[in-house]
C-alpha cells in the first residue's frame, strides 16, 4: 500500500530522513553504477543554461554536484529532508562545487522563490514523491524565467516482453532485500517498488506538463526504459 496523499509528505519525510547514510551506495548498487550515467545525461540537457538552476528534491546533491562538474554555476538545492540536505552538504565540504551549492530546506509544492527567479530547474527521483505534483509542477513553471528549461528524471516502467518482467522481480524482491540489508529500512525499498508501479506513464507526465503551461515537451527513455527524461520549457511571452 502507499501512503494516503495526506500522510504523504511526513511519510516520505521520515523514510528518507532514515536511509540517508546509505542512500547513495543503495543507489549505486542498486542501478549497477547506472545511476551516474542517468544523471550525467540529464543534467546535459542543461548545459547551454547559466545559474541560478534550481535542484528540486535534491537529496544528497549528487544531482547538484553533477550540474556544477558539467558547468560551474550556481544551483540552488531544495529538499524537504533535512537529514539528505545535511548529508550532501558535509560530503561536499571541501569539494570545488561547493561555492556553486546553496541549499534550502522547503517544500517543492511551495517553493520559497519570486516568480521568474532562475533559468533551469531539475529535479531526480523527485516527482514521484511529491504529494501534489499539479502544485510542484505549477510552482516550477512559476519560478521559472520565460524560456527557461525544466529537465525532470524519474523512474518508469520497461515494456520490452523480456525485460519487463525480469525488472519487476528484481525491483520488488531485490531491492526491499539490498536496501533493507544496507539501511536496516526494507520498507523504504518496498515503498520505491510501490511508487515506480503506480506513477504515470512517459505520456502522462508529459500531458501534465503540457496542461500546466509548459511547451516544446519531449522526453526519451534510458536503460530499457527504467528511467525516462522529460523536458519542457516555460513559454517565451509568459510572464
Ligand atoms: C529519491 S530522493 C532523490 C534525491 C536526488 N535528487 C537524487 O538524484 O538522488 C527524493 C528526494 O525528494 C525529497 N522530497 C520528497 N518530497 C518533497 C517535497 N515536497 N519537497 C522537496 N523535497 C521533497 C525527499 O526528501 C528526497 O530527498
Redesign the pocket.
Known sequence: MLPDVSQK?HY??EK?SRVTRR??LV?TLGSLGL?HFW?WRTVRELKRYPGPIL??????L??TQEIVRQRPRMVMA????YE?LSFGAHRLKRHPACPFIFCIQ????RLPFRDASFYAAT????IR???HLEE?LREVWRVLKPGGKFVI?EFSRPRNPLFAPVYRVYLSKFMPFLGGKLTGDREAYEYLARSIAAFLPPQGVERLLKATGFEGVYSFPLTLGVVTVYAAFKPRRAR
Request: overall charge negative; charged content about 25%.
Open positions: 509528505k516520505v519525510r528518507f542512500y547513495d543507489n545511476d544523471r535542484d528540486l528534491c535534491a537529496g544528497t549528487t544531482l531544495l529538499d524537504l529532508t539528505m522547503g517544500d517543492a509544492e529535479v531526480a527521483f523527485g514523491n511529491l504529494a510542484g528524471l
